[in-house]
């Protein structure tokens, strides 16, 4: 069967497919080999920039233009030629050692040093620092971007809605008022606390050789302080070094980016979710799109898709960025394989993390507030300004104030009538009794309206 997008066996390939494009040049295979090329070119620039590295003379100005020209220009052309090779040699890392060689084959200089391509590296010496690479590339061309977004939205809807009161519930049940921007701003304060915890991973490579010691390297270049030099190597490349390896870099880096990545999308989980009640108790309204149907059978229906479209991405993302995280940090003793498919995941996590950024903002873009609504379920619920009456009498030490609102408000209709009957009873000073007389829900709204503004 031809893959197409109706019959890619992943959705990301076919039904999303086109919300995804651009974590393709970073997560797809070409992307990987992309990222190997890269640094097996660069290893070879520096080893003959290295004047200690005799053997392998500086390379001419035409050549390093030839090199980095490879690494700008390299296509999925190249990638396949790649592939061909791997399938004579059945190992991917040493298929593209051949593809350079080959490649630049017309290259004197090249050739007179052809044994420096790949010298004292084993495999995952260029895999990991690939994998950070493509890590530190996504993350700055799509995830943070495509995030961003989606706070910006959640910050523009808290300026907003900053003064528009909202009945809040807690367990479910009618609870002291707040603003609908303030609880945009909630949402919006946490989602840059995380934002920080995402940006501000430091990506970590390693560059020791087979178990971690530089054991080859020394046997060639028994004087020569190659810690040094691979330190400088890899943070020429904006990586982190990391100095105590096995043969595998731990991972512990790309766990905690996976795992403040899920955070993000455990709070976004459950923003989309407290969305969905909001547009089901009318507070937000969804704006038309001329077409759309909302129901096979249900011509009235607008349904809030976007948002139970996000929340279900982010769930398969979770549980594929925390699988990543528990497992990646872990191999048996100096190595063992088990990294190497899982990796090869990455981008499907991330995909989806993705698609579901993509799917709560449009659903933000819909939304439109219901204050006629959101005044209407305030103006019944007086039942909330106990609160206030209880506290200013325990204020002016009135005898029992819960016990005497609990008795009043539990489980009863109250109204606006109810409520200033028991005020003018109360022996409290007069401003104070007249402050509390004025109140209304709509405006027990403590500082939330300022709250929301600030974000």
């Known amino acids: 069967m031809t893959t197409t997008p109706l019959t890619a066996l992943s959705p990301l390939d076919g039904r999303y497919a086109s919300k995804v494009e651009g974590l393709r040049p970073h997560f797809s295979e070409f992307g ?44 999925v052309e190249d990638a396949e030629a790649v592939k061909a090779i791997e399938a004579t ?70 300026h907003e809605h900053a ?38 991973v430091e990506m970590s490579a390693k560059f020791n050789g087979a178990v971690g010691n530089y054991n080859a390297h020394l046997s060639a270049y028994p004087d020569f302080d190659w810690a040094a030099f691979n ?17 595998i870099e731990p ?46 059978t249900m011509p009235h229906k607008v349904n809030p898709i976007d948002f139970e479209n996000a929340e279900g991405n982010f769930g398969v993302a979770n549980s594929l960025l925390r699988h990543f995280s528990e497992k990646l940090p872990i191999s048996r003793m100096q190595r063992d394989l088990t990294d190497s498919t899982v990796l090869r995941n990455m981008g499907v996590g991330l995909g989806h993390t993705v698609l579901a950024l993509e799917s709560c903002l449009k659903g933000l873009n819909k939304l439109e507030a219901d204050p006629v609504k959101l005044a209407a379920d305030l103006d019944a619920a007086w039942e909330v300004l106990a609160e206030p009456i209880q506290t200013v009498m325990r204020r002016f030490a009135v005898p029992n104030p819960y016990e005497q609102l ?45 709250l929301a503004r600030k974000i």
Not at 46 to 62: C, T
Not at 110 to 128: P, Q, Y
Not at 273 to 296: C, H, N, P, T
Request: proline share 3%.
């Open 32 to 75: 990987l080999i992309r990222n190997r090329v890269r640094v097996e070119i660069e290893w070879l620039k520096a080893l003959a920039a290295e004047p200690a590295i005799a053997e392998a003379p500086a390379f001419s100005a035409a050549t390093i233009s030839e090199l980095d020209a490879v690494i700008a220009s390299f296509s």
């Open 89 to 158: 040699t059945n190992h991917d890392v040493k298929a593209m050692e051949y593809w350079l060689k080959k490649r630049f084959a017309a290259n004197g200089e090249v050739m007179k040093v052809t044994e420096f391509i790949h010298f004292g590296c084993t495999s995952e010496d260029i895999n990991n620092t690939s994998h950070a690479l493509m890590l530190t590339e996504a993350r700055a061309a799509s995830l943070l971007p495509a995030f961003d977004m989606v706070l910006d939205r959640f910050v523009a809807l808290a």
């Open 163 to 200: 003064d528009l009161p909202m009945l809040s519930r807690t367990h479910g049940q009618t609870a002291t008022p707040t603003t609908l921007g303030k609880e945009m701003a909630n949402i919006a304060y946490r989602l840059r606390r995380v934002r920080a915890s995402i940006a501000g």
């Open 231 to 247: 330190q400088r190597f890899i943070e020429s490349l904006g990586l982190v070094f990391n100095p105590y390896t096995i043969q």
């Open 251 to 296: 991972h512990d880096a790309m766990a905690e980016l996976f795992d403040a990545v899920a955070r993000g999308n455990t709070v976004l989980i459950d923003a989309c979710r407290d969305i969905w009640m909001y547009v089901s108790q009318g507070y937000f309204k969804q704006r038309l799109k001329a077409g759309e149907v909302g129901s096979s």
């Open 406 to 450: 609990k008795a009043l408000t539990r489980g009863a209709h109250i109204t606006r009538e109810t409520l200033q009957d028991f005020i003018k009873t109360l022996a409290i000073p007069e401003e104070h009794k007249l402050r509390l007389l004025e109140l209304t829900p709509a405006t027990y709204i403590g500082a939330a309206a300022e």
